[in-house]
């Protein structure tokens, strides 16, 4: 079983940048497949961005070319890097672990605003 705490969302403007850290504790870190998904206020949750056990990312069409997922194996933390946010982005964004269960962070918000 794995905890995992999210941290480092905020209020940011148009064109600017966060970096969402998802740490986890209580079980193997690095055999996890990991990812980030985002929920805004009526719709359903979707995947972000998404990285395996070995290293291999894929992306939501809407944030390919602006977010970057990069895991720290050694630090149990995984990395959602956000450049050129844009007001769409707004959405509570909740770290996601996989191996044979699903676990959930708590999520942290995210508000793209000018």
């Known amino acids: 079983q794995v905890q995992l705490v999210e941290s480092g969302g905020g209020l940011v403007q148009p064109g600017g940048s966060l970096r969402l850290s998802c740490a986890a504790s209580?079980?193997?870190?690095?055999?996890?497949?990991m990812g980030w998904y985002r929920q805004a206020p009526g719709k359903q949750r979707e995947l972000v961005a998404a990285?395996?056990?070995?290293?291999?990312?894929n992306y939501a069409d809407s944030v390919k070319g602006r977010f970057t997922i990069s895991r720290d194996n050694a630090k149990n933390t995984v990395y959602l890097q956000m450049n050129s946010l844009k007001p769409e982005d707004t959405a509570v964004y909740y770290c996601?672990?996989?191996?044979?269960?699903?676990?959930w962070g708590q999520g942290t918000q995210v508000a793209v605003s000018s």
């Open positions: 996601h672990a996989n191996f044979k269960f699903d676990y």
């Open positions: 209580g079980s193997i870190f690095s055999i996890y497949n």
């Open positions: 990285i395996t056990s070995g290293g291999s990312t």
